[in-house]
Protein backbone atom coordinates (compact mmCIF):
# COMPACT_ATOMS: atom_id res chain seq x y z
CA UNK A 1 0.00 0.00 0.00
CA UNK A 2 0.88 3.55 -0.80
CA UNK A 3 -0.34 6.74 0.41
CA UNK A 4 -0.10 9.81 -2.04
CA UNK A 5 -0.38 13.57 -0.66
CA UNK A 6 -1.11 16.25 -3.04
CA UNK A 7 -4.13 18.30 -4.07
CA UNK A 8 -6.14 15.28 -5.87
CA UNK A 9 -8.42 15.90 -8.56
CA UNK A 10 -10.82 13.57 -10.96
CA UNK A 11 -13.33 14.79 -13.48
CA UNK A 12 -16.62 12.40 -12.73
CA UNK A 13 -18.78 15.45 -13.01
CA UNK A 14 -18.09 18.20 -15.85
CA UNK A 15 -19.31 20.97 -13.83
CA UNK A 16 -17.63 20.17 -10.54
CA UNK A 17 -14.33 18.20 -9.89
CA UNK A 18 -13.75 16.32 -6.56
CA UNK A 19 -10.84 17.18 -4.79
CA UNK A 20 -9.00 14.98 -2.25
CA UNK A 21 -5.50 15.59 -0.48
CA UNK A 22 -4.69 11.72 0.49
CA UNK A 23 -5.50 8.44 -1.69
CA UNK A 24 -4.10 5.55 -0.97
CA UNK A 25 -3.18 3.11 -3.63
CA UNK A 26 -2.92 -1.46 -2.97
CA UNK A 27 0.12 -3.10 -4.26
CA UNK A 28 -2.10 -4.24 -7.34
CA UNK A 29 -2.34 -0.88 -8.44
CA UNK A 30 -5.92 -0.36 -7.66
CA UNK A 31 -7.50 2.83 -5.45
CA UNK A 32 -8.23 1.79 -2.02
CA UNK A 33 -9.20 5.01 0.04
CA UNK A 34 -9.56 9.18 -1.21
CA UNK A 35 -10.15 11.24 1.72
CA UNK A 36 -9.16 15.26 2.76
CA UNK A 37 -7.19 13.02 6.09
CA UNK A 38 -4.61 11.01 6.13
CA UNK A 39 -6.79 7.35 5.42
CA UNK A 40 -6.30 4.96 8.44
CA UNK A 41 -4.26 2.00 6.18
CA UNK A 42 -0.62 1.14 6.71
CA UNK A 43 1.85 2.19 3.81
CA UNK A 44 4.61 4.56 2.90
CA UNK A 45 3.71 8.06 2.37
CA UNK A 46 4.55 9.39 -0.74
CA UNK A 47 4.44 13.33 -0.28
CA UNK A 48 3.74 15.03 -3.40
CA UNK A 49 2.73 18.18 -1.54
CA UNK A 50 2.89 21.54 -3.90
CA UNK A 51 1.25 19.45 -6.57
CA UNK A 52 -1.85 18.36 -8.32
CA UNK A 53 -2.63 14.24 -8.92
CA UNK A 54 -4.67 14.56 -12.05
CA UNK A 55 -6.23 11.70 -13.36
CA UNK A 56 -4.17 10.07 -16.56
CA UNK A 57 -4.42 11.89 -19.69
CA UNK A 58 -6.21 9.40 -22.25
CA UNK A 59 -5.49 10.08 -26.12
CA UNK A 60 -8.02 8.46 -28.32
CA UNK A 61 -6.36 9.33 -31.61
CA UNK A 62 -2.89 9.72 -32.68
CA UNK A 63 -0.55 7.73 -35.30
CA UNK A 64 2.93 6.22 -34.43
CA UNK A 65 4.67 6.73 -37.48
CA UNK A 66 3.92 9.98 -38.09
CA UNK A 67 6.14 11.12 -34.81
CA UNK A 68 8.61 13.19 -37.17
CA UNK A 69 6.11 14.11 -39.80
CA UNK A 70 4.97 16.99 -37.39
CA UNK A 71 5.02 20.63 -38.72
CA UNK A 72 5.01 19.72 -41.93
CA UNK A 73 2.48 22.43 -43.78
CA UNK A 74 0.75 21.40 -47.08
CA UNK A 75 -2.31 23.06 -48.47
CA UNK A 76 -4.73 19.88 -48.05
CA UNK A 77 -5.11 16.78 -46.17
CA UNK A 78 -4.96 14.85 -49.38
CA UNK A 79 -2.08 16.56 -50.37
CA UNK A 80 -0.05 16.16 -47.07
CA UNK A 81 -0.86 12.65 -46.86
CA UNK A 82 0.49 11.91 -50.34
CA UNK A 83 3.81 14.14 -49.98
CA UNK A 84 5.04 13.75 -46.29
CA UNK A 85 2.78 11.11 -44.79
CA UNK A 86 2.89 8.03 -47.13
CA UNK A 87 6.43 7.84 -47.97
CA UNK A 88 7.59 8.63 -43.62
CA UNK A 89 5.30 5.15 -42.84
CA UNK A 90 6.97 3.15 -45.81
CA UNK A 91 10.13 3.67 -43.63
CA UNK A 92 8.15 1.44 -41.21
CA UNK A 93 8.65 -2.03 -43.47
CA UNK A 94 12.44 -1.81 -41.77
CA UNK A 95 11.52 -3.22 -38.07
CA UNK A 96 14.61 -1.65 -36.75
CA UNK A 97 13.88 1.55 -37.52
CA UNK A 98 10.02 0.58 -36.41
CA UNK A 99 11.54 -0.52 -32.75
CA UNK A 100 13.40 3.07 -32.14
CA UNK A 101 10.67 5.34 -33.08
CA UNK A 102 8.11 3.01 -31.40
CA UNK A 103 10.37 3.58 -27.95
CA UNK A 104 10.74 7.08 -28.84
CA UNK A 105 7.18 6.95 -29.27
CA UNK A 106 5.80 5.60 -25.96
CA UNK A 107 8.17 7.02 -24.01
CA UNK A 108 7.13 10.60 -25.17
CA UNK A 109 3.32 9.81 -24.73
CA UNK A 110 4.40 8.75 -20.89
CA UNK A 111 6.65 12.12 -20.33
CA UNK A 112 3.68 13.88 -21.57
CA UNK A 113 1.47 12.44 -18.75
CA UNK A 114 -0.73 10.05 -21.30
CA UNK A 115 -1.66 6.87 -19.84
CA UNK A 116 -3.83 5.42 -22.36
CA UNK A 117 -3.08 6.40 -26.56
CA UNK A 118 -5.31 4.69 -29.11
CA UNK A 119 -2.47 4.53 -31.89
CA UNK A 120 -2.98 4.05 -35.59
CA UNK A 121 0.50 1.73 -36.66
CA UNK A 122 1.67 1.45 -40.14
CA UNK A 123 0.42 -0.38 -42.83
CA UNK A 124 2.85 -3.11 -41.66
CA UNK A 125 2.12 -6.38 -39.43
CA UNK A 126 5.53 -6.43 -38.31
CA UNK A 127 6.02 -2.51 -37.49
CA UNK A 128 2.81 -3.85 -35.66
CA UNK A 129 3.48 -6.15 -33.19
CA UNK A 130 7.16 -3.97 -32.72
CA UNK A 131 4.25 -1.37 -31.40
CA UNK A 132 2.45 -3.71 -29.04
CA UNK A 133 6.15 -4.99 -28.00
CA UNK A 134 7.33 -1.66 -26.86
CA UNK A 135 4.31 -0.35 -25.92
CA UNK A 136 4.14 -3.46 -23.07
CA UNK A 137 7.26 -2.69 -21.95
CA UNK A 138 6.50 0.90 -21.49
CA UNK A 139 3.70 0.14 -19.31
CA UNK A 140 1.13 2.02 -20.75
CA UNK A 141 -1.94 1.63 -21.88
CA UNK A 142 -2.93 1.12 -25.34
CA UNK A 143 -5.27 0.20 -28.11
CA UNK A 144 -3.00 -0.60 -31.36
CA UNK A 145 -3.50 -1.49 -35.01
CA UNK A 146 -2.15 -2.21 -38.45
CA UNK A 147 -3.54 0.37 -41.06
CA UNK A 148 -5.61 -0.76 -43.96
CA UNK A 149 -5.06 0.27 -47.21
CA UNK A 150 -6.12 -1.22 -50.59
CA UNK A 151 -6.52 1.65 -53.21
CA UNK A 152 -4.42 4.95 -53.58
CA UNK A 153 -1.53 4.79 -51.92
CA UNK A 154 1.68 3.32 -52.84
CA UNK A 155 2.14 0.14 -53.24
CA UNK A 156 4.47 -0.80 -50.45
CA UNK A 157 1.33 0.57 -48.17
CA UNK A 158 -1.24 -1.55 -49.84
CA UNK A 159 -2.79 -4.72 -49.26
CA UNK A 160 -5.77 -7.38 -49.67
CA UNK A 161 -8.80 -8.02 -48.03
CA UNK A 162 -7.84 -11.42 -47.68
CA UNK A 163 -4.26 -10.48 -46.43
CA UNK A 164 -5.55 -7.72 -44.25
CA UNK A 165 -7.57 -10.18 -42.35
CA UNK A 166 -4.72 -13.00 -41.86
CA UNK A 167 -2.80 -9.71 -40.31
CA UNK A 168 -5.59 -8.77 -38.07
CA UNK A 169 -6.02 -12.16 -36.57
CA UNK A 170 -2.08 -13.05 -36.30
CA UNK A 171 -1.50 -10.04 -34.26
CA UNK A 172 -4.92 -9.84 -31.83
CA UNK A 173 -4.86 -13.18 -31.21
CA UNK A 174 -1.83 -12.38 -29.53
CA UNK A 175 -2.26 -8.86 -28.12
CA UNK A 176 -5.88 -8.35 -27.77
CA UNK A 177 -6.94 -8.14 -23.90
CA UNK A 178 -2.92 -8.60 -23.27
CA UNK A 179 -2.64 -8.08 -19.35
CA UNK A 180 -6.24 -5.99 -19.42
CA UNK A 181 -4.11 -3.19 -20.88
CA UNK A 182 -3.33 -3.41 -24.58
CA UNK A 183 -5.96 -4.04 -27.40
CA UNK A 184 -6.49 -4.66 -30.91
CA UNK A 185 -8.88 -1.69 -33.20
CA UNK A 186 -9.07 -2.91 -36.54
CA UNK A 187 -7.97 0.35 -38.44
CA UNK A 188 -8.81 0.68 -42.30
CA UNK A 189 -7.83 4.77 -42.88
CA UNK A 190 -10.96 5.71 -44.47
CA UNK A 191 -12.63 5.53 -47.29
CA UNK A 192 -10.58 7.18 -49.57
CA UNK A 193 -8.12 4.39 -49.56
CA UNK A 194 -9.94 1.44 -48.79
CA UNK A 195 -12.29 -0.85 -51.02
CA UNK A 196 -15.85 -1.78 -49.80
CA UNK A 197 -14.73 -5.09 -49.62
CA UNK A 198 -11.69 -4.66 -47.62
CA UNK A 199 -14.09 -2.44 -45.23
CA UNK A 200 -16.63 -4.75 -45.22
CA UNK A 201 -13.92 -7.61 -44.04
CA UNK A 202 -12.21 -5.60 -41.63
CA UNK A 203 -15.86 -5.23 -39.73
CA UNK A 204 -16.72 -8.83 -40.12
CA UNK A 205 -13.22 -10.12 -38.62
CA UNK A 206 -13.69 -6.77 -35.78
CA UNK A 207 -17.19 -8.29 -34.85
CA UNK A 208 -16.11 -11.96 -34.67
CA UNK A 209 -13.20 -11.06 -32.17
CA UNK A 210 -14.75 -8.26 -30.62
CA UNK A 211 -11.83 -6.10 -31.33
CA UNK A 212 -12.16 -2.32 -31.39
CA UNK A 213 -12.43 -0.53 -35.12
CA UNK A 214 -11.05 3.26 -35.48
CA UNK A 215 -10.69 5.24 -38.49
CA UNK A 216 -11.05 8.88 -39.51
CA UNK A 217 -14.29 10.79 -40.92
CA UNK A 218 -15.31 13.97 -42.35
CA UNK A 219 -12.04 15.95 -41.89
CA UNK A 220 -11.84 18.15 -45.00
CA UNK A 221 -14.27 18.90 -47.83
CA UNK A 222 -11.89 17.82 -50.41
CA UNK A 223 -11.73 14.32 -48.82
CA UNK A 224 -15.42 14.41 -48.46
CA UNK A 225 -16.07 15.16 -52.58
CA UNK A 226 -13.71 12.44 -52.64
CA UNK A 227 -15.40 9.67 -50.72
CA UNK A 228 -18.76 10.77 -52.53
CA UNK A 229 -16.88 10.24 -55.92
CA UNK A 230 -15.53 6.76 -54.95
CA UNK A 231 -18.67 5.57 -53.75
CA UNK A 232 -21.25 7.65 -55.61
CA UNK A 233 -24.31 5.05 -54.39
CA UNK A 234 -23.99 6.16 -50.74
CA UNK A 235 -26.05 8.91 -49.63
CA UNK A 236 -23.12 10.20 -46.94
CA UNK A 237 -19.00 9.79 -46.04
CA UNK A 238 -20.87 8.25 -42.66
CA UNK A 239 -23.14 5.94 -44.80
CA UNK A 240 -20.52 4.79 -46.30
CA UNK A 241 -19.06 3.18 -42.96
CA UNK A 242 -22.43 2.39 -42.43
CA UNK A 243 -23.13 0.03 -44.99
CA UNK A 244 -19.52 -1.54 -44.29
CA UNK A 245 -20.50 -2.44 -41.22
CA UNK A 246 -18.03 -0.35 -39.34
CA UNK A 247 -19.90 1.72 -36.81
CA UNK A 248 -20.98 1.01 -33.58
CA UNK A 249 -20.19 1.33 -29.42
CA UNK A 250 -16.73 -0.32 -29.72
CA UNK A 251 -15.64 2.36 -33.07
CA UNK A 252 -13.77 5.66 -33.08
CA UNK A 253 -14.06 8.13 -35.57
CA UNK A 254 -11.63 11.15 -35.48
CA UNK A 255 -12.52 14.34 -36.76
CA UNK A 256 -16.45 13.75 -37.99
CA UNK A 257 -16.15 17.58 -38.28
CA UNK A 258 -18.62 18.39 -41.39
CA UNK A 259 -21.66 16.31 -40.39
CA UNK A 260 -25.43 16.60 -41.58
CA UNK A 261 -27.81 15.77 -38.84
CA UNK A 262 -28.45 12.94 -40.49
CA UNK A 263 -25.18 11.59 -39.94
CA UNK A 264 -25.20 12.37 -36.56
CA UNK A 265 -28.21 10.54 -35.85
CA UNK A 266 -26.45 7.66 -37.75
CA UNK A 267 -23.67 7.76 -36.04
CA UNK A 268 -25.52 8.47 -32.20
CA UNK A 269 -27.87 5.49 -33.07
CA UNK A 270 -24.57 3.42 -33.56
CA UNK A 271 -23.21 4.42 -30.07
CA UNK A 272 -20.26 5.40 -32.88
CA UNK A 273 -17.48 7.56 -30.68
CA UNK A 274 -15.80 10.68 -31.84
CA UNK A 275 -12.73 11.64 -31.25
CA UNK A 276 -11.88 15.22 -31.12
CA UNK A 277 -8.75 16.71 -32.73
CA UNK A 278 -8.77 19.96 -32.46
CA UNK A 279 -5.27 20.97 -32.82
CA UNK A 280 -4.89 18.99 -36.16
CA UNK A 281 -8.08 20.58 -37.31
CA UNK A 282 -6.41 23.87 -36.70
CA UNK A 283 -3.02 22.58 -38.57
CA UNK A 284 -4.47 21.14 -41.45
CA UNK A 285 -7.35 23.75 -41.82
CA UNK A 286 -9.64 21.30 -41.83
CA UNK A 287 -12.33 23.05 -39.70
CA UNK A 288 -13.76 23.17 -36.14
CA UNK A 289 -15.79 20.44 -35.28
CA UNK A 290 -19.25 21.92 -33.35
CA UNK A 291 -18.94 20.12 -29.84
CA UNK A 292 -22.15 20.94 -28.98
CA UNK A 293 -23.89 19.81 -32.04
CA UNK A 294 -22.18 16.55 -31.00
CA UNK A 295 -23.59 16.46 -27.65
CA UNK A 296 -26.45 17.67 -28.66
CA UNK A 297 -27.30 14.52 -30.72
CA UNK A 298 -26.11 12.22 -27.97
CA UNK A 299 -22.50 11.30 -29.11
CA UNK A 300 -19.83 10.15 -27.01
CA UNK A 301 -17.27 12.79 -27.60
CA UNK A 302 -13.11 12.23 -26.70
CA UNK A 303 -9.68 14.68 -27.46
CA UNK A 304 -7.04 13.14 -29.43
CA UNK A 305 -3.83 14.39 -30.62
CA UNK A 306 -3.80 13.38 -33.69
CA UNK A 307 -0.25 13.49 -34.16
CA UNK A 308 1.40 14.03 -36.74
CA UNK A 309 -1.47 16.54 -38.45
CA UNK A 310 -1.22 17.32 -34.83
CA UNK A 311 2.03 18.79 -33.62
CA UNK A 312 1.64 18.35 -29.89
CA UNK A 313 1.97 14.94 -28.03
CA UNK A 314 0.96 16.92 -24.60
CA UNK A 315 -2.74 16.65 -24.17
CA UNK A 316 -2.69 19.97 -22.60
CA UNK A 317 -1.39 21.74 -25.33
CA UNK A 318 -4.19 19.90 -27.00
CA UNK A 319 -7.07 21.32 -24.49
CA UNK A 320 -5.90 24.45 -24.98
CA UNK A 321 -7.01 24.09 -28.57
CA UNK A 322 -9.78 22.10 -27.74
CA UNK A 323 -11.40 25.70 -25.81
CA UNK A 324 -10.17 27.62 -28.84
CA UNK A 325 -12.47 25.49 -31.06
CA UNK A 326 -15.05 25.57 -28.54
CA UNK A 327 -16.05 27.60 -25.14
CA UNK A 328 -15.47 25.71 -22.47
CA UNK A 329 -14.65 26.22 -18.70
CA UNK A 330 -11.62 23.78 -17.38
CA UNK A 331 -13.22 21.24 -15.84
CA UNK A 332 -15.55 20.62 -18.16
CA UNK A 333 -12.06 20.35 -20.66
CA UNK A 334 -10.30 18.00 -18.25
CA UNK A 335 -13.49 15.95 -17.65
CA UNK A 336 -13.45 15.13 -21.70
CA UNK A 337 -10.10 14.87 -21.65
CA UNK A 338 -10.08 11.61 -18.83
CA UNK A 339 -13.58 10.52 -18.30
CA UNK A 340 -14.36 11.11 -22.25
CA UNK A 341 -11.21 8.99 -23.37
CA UNK A 342 -12.54 6.40 -20.72
CA UNK A 343 -15.96 6.03 -22.11
CA UNK A 344 -15.12 6.43 -25.74
CA UNK A 345 -12.82 2.94 -24.61
CA UNK A 346 -16.45 1.71 -22.46
CA UNK A 347 -13.22 1.62 -19.64
CA UNK A 348 -15.33 4.24 -17.79
CA UNK A 349 -15.62 0.93 -14.78
CA UNK A 350 -11.90 0.64 -14.58
CA UNK A 351 -10.26 4.23 -15.79
CA UNK A 352 -10.75 7.82 -15.98
CA UNK A 353 -10.86 8.99 -12.77
CA UNK A 354 -9.81 8.74 -9.50
CA UNK A 355 -12.36 6.44 -7.43
CA UNK A 356 -12.02 4.01 -4.97
CA UNK A 357 -11.73 0.75 -7.07
CA UNK A 358 -10.28 1.70 -10.35
CA UNK A 359 -7.22 1.62 -11.22
CA UNK A 360 -4.57 4.31 -10.14
CA UNK A 361 -3.53 6.00 -13.95
CA UNK A 362 -3.28 9.02 -12.64
CA UNK A 363 -0.32 12.46 -13.80
CA UNK A 364 1.85 13.98 -11.21
CA UNK A 365 1.67 17.75 -12.09
CA UNK A 366 3.47 20.62 -11.25
CA UNK A 367 1.69 24.24 -11.21
CA UNK A 368 4.32 26.00 -11.55
CA UNK A 369 5.27 29.23 -12.63
CA UNK A 370 1.77 29.30 -14.15
CA UNK A 371 0.15 29.36 -10.98
CA UNK A 372 0.19 28.61 -7.53
CA UNK A 373 -0.53 25.07 -6.01
CA UNK A 374 -3.23 26.54 -3.83
CA UNK A 375 -4.81 29.03 -6.39
CA UNK A 376 -8.25 28.84 -6.96
CA UNK A 377 -9.09 26.10 -8.61
CA UNK A 378 -10.89 27.45 -11.92
CA UNK A 379 -7.52 29.92 -12.12
CA UNK A 380 -5.65 27.01 -11.75
CA UNK A 381 -6.91 24.80 -13.98
CA UNK A 382 -7.52 27.38 -16.58
CA UNK A 383 -4.01 28.36 -16.70
CA UNK A 384 -3.29 24.50 -17.17
CA UNK A 385 -5.84 24.09 -19.93
CA UNK A 386 -3.74 27.07 -21.94
CA UNK A 387 -0.62 27.44 -21.10
CA UNK A 388 0.24 23.94 -19.85
CA UNK A 389 2.76 21.31 -21.26
CA UNK A 390 5.33 18.59 -20.87
CA UNK A 391 6.96 20.20 -18.49
CA UNK A 392 4.01 20.71 -15.39
CA UNK A 393 4.26 17.34 -16.01
CA UNK A 394 6.26 15.76 -12.31
CA UNK A 395 5.33 11.72 -12.85
CA UNK A 396 3.16 9.52 -14.71
CA UNK A 397 1.51 6.63 -13.22
CA UNK A 398 -0.04 3.69 -14.56
CA UNK A 399 -1.86 1.07 -12.45
CA UNK A 400 0.17 2.51 -9.42
CA UNK A 401 3.59 2.03 -11.83
CA UNK A 402 5.51 4.84 -11.84
CA UNK A 403 6.65 5.06 -15.27
CA UNK A 404 8.32 8.25 -15.97
CA UNK A 405 9.42 11.29 -13.74
CA UNK A 406 9.79 14.58 -15.85
ZN1 LIG B 1 -5.50 10.76 -37.83
Known amino acids: MRVYKARILSFEDPSSPKEYRYMAVDDDGRIAALSNERPPVGGELVDYSGHLILP??????????????????????????????FPAEEKFADPEFAREVSREFFSGLLRNGTTTAVVFSSSHREATEIAF?????????????????????????????????EDIKAVALRWHGFDGRLFYAVTPRFAVSCTMELMRAAAEVAKEMGLYIQTHLSEQIGEIEEVMRLFPEAESYTNVYLKAGLLGESTIVAHAIHLSDRERKILAETGTRVAHCPSSNFFLHSGVMDLKAQESAGLTVSLGSDVGAGPFLSM?????????????????????????????????????????????????????????????LEVLLSRLMILGDERNVSATYVRGRKLCEG
Open 56 to 85: GFIDTHIHLPQLHERAMISDSLLEWLEKYI
Open 133 to 165: EEAMKSGIRAVIGQVLMDMNGPEGLLTTPERAV
Open 316 to 376: LEVLRDAYYANVMNPFKAFHLLTMGGARALGMEDWIGSLEVGKEADFVVIDPEPLAGPEDE
